[in-house]
């Protein structure tokens, strides 16, 4: 269970670290099962349901940026999404009965080129009639300064929501230069892997290139209070028996329990679906690539100067 002090933390902070939540034969098993589909990439010329590809993936060379929905990819994720120490996790925070969104991925960052996500927010992709709504990052690897770790804005989630549209559509994505968003103040969360991240829907999160040598693998998986339902239009609910088979922990509700929360709707879609790198794709003004092009130039002036 978590501590006083993580709970307090999350509801202030909207997210937590927890340490040594996978046991090292988890692990294993987990590395195991996603090296294998990452595999099935080579000879694939186009994204999958399965696999979203890098831009510079070939098929004689291979690159997987995310695995969609790897619940539905392999049993094994669907079980893990179930694991005791995370649902143990879970429950103070959201309740005892909690659902597994149809959504989750797992975010690649291979080594020198793994494709930063720009600063977003969970809730702008799917409100629900109350925020008891989360995400969990399984980590694979190590994850720590230089390969890409998720960033998040402490406090956002009890901000407001904010503009994910660009060019007159929904895009995933926030224009920090646009919306005035301050992110001087966002802090890396670095942890090992086996160990998880939490962070609440309404958080701003997002992540840089990968510019290390080493890859950074997060597996995540979406929560929510099994009261919490998707609002019409988000997702779409013609098979109720998947829907309520989806309960990882207690039981579902036919009751959904109604909050005022602040919503935008994410309409018009996206020109470009498949995963938020390809939603993305229309966003004007990319943050992360501007940070990139910054480190670039001053690791090559020092590089100059000595």
Known sequence: MLTEAQIVAYRHDGYI???NVLSDETLAALRDVTDAIAASAAGVTEHTEVLDLEPSHRPDAPRVRRIKKPHRAHPFYRDLAAHAGIMAALT???GANIRLRAGGKINMKASGYGAPVEWHQDWAFYPHTNQDVLAVGVLLDDMNASNGPLRVLPGSHRGPIHDHHSQGAFCGAIDVARTGLDVSNAREV???AGDITIHHVRMVHGSALNTS???RRVL???YAAADAWPLAGVEHLADLDEFNGRIVHGKPTMRPRLEDVPVR???PRAPFQGSIYENQR????????????DVTVQRETVAGGA
């Open 17 to 19: 670290l927890v340490r």
């Open 92 to 94: 103070p925070l959201i």
């Open 190 to 192: 670095h942890g090992r």
């Open 213 to 215: 040598g080493r890859q």
């Open 220 to 222: 995540y998986f979406e």
């Open 265 to 267: 709707i994410p309409l």
């Open 282 to 293: 229309t966003l004007t003004r990319r943050y992360f690539e501007h940070e990139a092009h």
